[in-house]
C-alpha cells in the first residue's frame, strides 16, 4: 500500500493508456508516452525503446518541463547517477558527492534545480542574443581585415619591386655612364699619351740619323753631309724638350653606401593607421606589476620592455608578465635622465647611457663605447627613421643644450641646434636641475620635452633646428595644477603625446601644436605617468610612479 507521501503523488484522475484502453500507470520520459503495466514491460524490452526512462505517473512527473531528465550521470563519478541537486554550488550530485566535497550543502529536488539554472541561465541569454550581433559583426569586420592585410602584402611587395627595379634600373644606367666615361676619358688620354709617343719618335729618329750622317765611316759621304747638310737643327730638335704631359690615372670615388643614405634609397615599411580616431575614454589593455619605484625611462623592444626604476641601479629588460630576464649595470642612478634606446640595426641592439657623458652601444652581444661627449652631459636619444641617433648634450656650466645627430658608428654628423628657452635669448638651463626626454616623429620634427629650473615646456623644431612651436600645457583653467612634462612618444598618425606629472594625464597633441585631448587612466585618477613609449599594436605603455606598466588602448 502507498504511503501518504506516496498517495499524494499519485494521479487522483485516471488516465487512458496512449497504447491501449487501459488505466495508465507510467510515463516514459524520452516519447512522453502514458503506459499501462502490460505497455510498459513491451515498452521497456522493445529494441527502439529498451533503453528509455520509464518512471511512476504522477502529477508531478506528468508536468514536468519535457527536457528535465530525472538524473544525469555524475560528472566526476561516472558510475553513479546524480539524481539531487546541490542548492549551494548549484550543480547535479551523487550519493558519492554527497559524503565528499559537497558533504553538508543543502540539496533541493533534481527537478528545482534544473528550474532555478535554466530560470539564470536564461536572463543571461537576453544579453547573449543582444551582444551575439556585435561579436558576429567583429568577426566580419576582422575577416575583412584578413583578407585586407593578405591583399595588401601583395600591393606592398609589387611596390618594393617596383621601386627597386627603378632604383636599379636607374643605378643600372648610372654604372653604364661611368664605365662609359671610363672608356672616353682612357680613349682620350691614350691619344694624347700617343700623339706625344710619335712625336718623340719623330724627334729621336732624326737625332738618330743626324748623329749617324755625322760620323759616318764612309769618308765621302761624311763630307758631303757636312757640306750640303743643313747646319740649323730647328727640324731635327725642337729648341726645347717637349714636356711629359701627364693624363693622370682614373680613380673609382665610391658612392655613398652608409645606412641612411641607403634607407633613404630603398625607403621603408612601416605601419600605418587610416582613419583611426581616438576614444572617448582610454581602455586598459594590461597592467603589469614590476614591484619597483618610479619607472623613469620605458622603451619597447619586440614584445618586452626596457625600464630604468628610480630605486635600481641598472637597466632591466621584463617580459610581459612582469619576469626581469636581463640587466644592463650602469653608472647613472644619481641622474634624473636615464635614455635608452632600441635599435635592432645592422647588429646594433640598442644604446644607453652608461655614465656622465657616456653612451654605450650592445653591438654583436657585446658592449663598446657609442659616443663620449665630454664635458658635456648626455640627457636624452632616440632612434630617428634612418637609423641614426638624435642625442641631447648639456653642460650646465655654460648654460648650454644642444641636439646633435650621431650615426651608428658613433660619428657626430650635425649639430642641429642650441635649444633656447621658448626661442628667447635666455638659456634654458640653469644649475644642475635638468630632465629631458627627446623623440622624432613621422614628419621629421624633432619634440623635446624638458624641466628645468627655467622653464617647463615641450619644444618641437625641424630637422633644420628651426623652432616649430613650443607648448606650455593647456589653458590653465583647464588644469588642476602647472603642467610638468616627463615622456614623450609620438604615433604613426603624428599625434604628440606627454606625460603631465602634476596633472596625472596624457596631453595628446596633433603634429602642428594643436591639442586633442587628455587621457588618463581608467579607474585610477591618482596613478602618475612617467615614461611612454608605443608598442607594435600602436597602444600606449605607461611607465608610472607606482612601479607598474599601464597599456593603454587610445585609438578606435
Sequence with gaps: MATAPEQSQQMQTAINCDTCENTAKHLCKNCHDRLCD???????????????????????????????????????????RASIGCQKCEVPVCEKCLIGEHNGHKVIEFSQLFEVKKEKMGQKLSTVVSELPKYES??????????????????????????????????????????????????????????????????????????????????QERLLFILYGV??????????????????????????????????????????????????EGQLVKNIDLLQEKIESLSFDSG????????????????????????????????????????????????????????????????????????????????????EILAGLANSTENYFGIAIYSLEGVR??????????????????????????????NGDICLS????????????????????????????????PFLPRGICTNASGQILIADENNHGIHVLDKDGGFLTMLNIPGEPRVIPISLCIDHQNNLCIGCAD???RILKYLE
Aim: charged share 25%; with cysteine.
Design 138 to 219: 567583429m568577426l566580419a569586420k576582422v575577416e575583412g581585415m584578413k583578407k585586407t592585410v593578405v591583399k595588401n602584402k601583395d600591393v606592398v611587395k609589387k611596390e618594393i619591386n617596383s621601386h627597386f627595379e627603378l632604383t636599379i634600373s636607374f643605378l643600372t644606367s648610372c654604372k653604364e655612364k661611368l664605365l662609359k666615361s671610363v672608356d672616353v676619358k682612357t680613349s682620350d688620354d691614350l691619344n694624347l699619351l700617343n700623339r706625344q709617343v710619335n712625336d718623340l719618335q719623330t724627334y729621336i729618329q732624326n737625332m738618330v740619323d743626324y748623329k749617324a750622317n755625322f760620323q759616318n765611316e764612309d769618308l
Design 450 to 481: 624638458v624641466e628645468t629650473n627655467l622653464s617647463k615646456v615641450v619644444n618641437v623644431i625641424r630637422p633644420n633646428g628651426d623652432h616649430r612651436f613650443t607648448y606650455g600645457g593647456k589653458d590653465p583653467s583647464f588644469l588642476l595644477k
Design 304 to 387: 618586452f620592455f626596457w625600464v630604468f626604476a628610480s630605486n635600481k641601479t641598472a637597466f632591466c629588460k621584463y617580459d610581459q608578465e612582469g619576469n626581469c630576464v636581463d640587466t644592463i649595470q650602469v653608472n647613472i642612478h644619481r641622474f634624473k635622465n636615464h635614455p635608452f634606446c632600441v635599435v635592432d640595426n645592422d647588429g646594433v641592439r640598442a644604446i644607453f647611457r652608461s655614465e656622465t657623458h657616456k653612451a654605450l652601444m650592445i653591438k654583436d652581444s657585446c658592449k663598446k663605447i657609442f659616443i663620449d661627449v665630454s664635458p658635456f652631459a648626455v640627457t636624452c636619444m632616440c632612434l630617428t627613421r634612418d637609423c
Design 413 to 442: 654628423k650635425q649639430f642641429i641646434t642650441q635649444v633656447m628657452n621658448k626661442w628667447s635669448r635666455e638659456p634654458l638651463l640653469s644649475g644642475n636641475s635638468f630632465r629631458s626626454y627627446i623623440v622624432e616623429n613621422v
Design 231 to 280: 747646319c740649323s737643327t730647328d727640324d731635327i730638335i725642337p729648341e726645347k724638350c717637349p714636356p711629359f704631359i701627364n693624363p693622370g690615372i682614373l680613380k673609382y670615388l665610391e658612392g655613398c653606401l652608409e645606412n641612411p643614405f641607403m634607407h633613404k634609397i630603398s625607403g621603408d615599411v612601416c605601419k600605418r593607421f587610416e582613419n583611426t580616431k581616438l576614444l572617448r
Design 38 to 80: 502490460r505497455c510498459k514491460d513491451i515498452h521497456s524490452k522493445s529494441k527502439g525503446t529498451f533503453d528509455h526512462e520509464v518512471v511512476l505517473l504522477t502529477f508531478k512527473s506528468l508536468t514536468l518541463p519535457p527536457e528535465c531528465p530525472s538524473h544525469v550521470i555524475c560528472m566526476w563519478h561516472p558510475k553513479f
Design 547 to 549: 612601479g607598474k606598466i
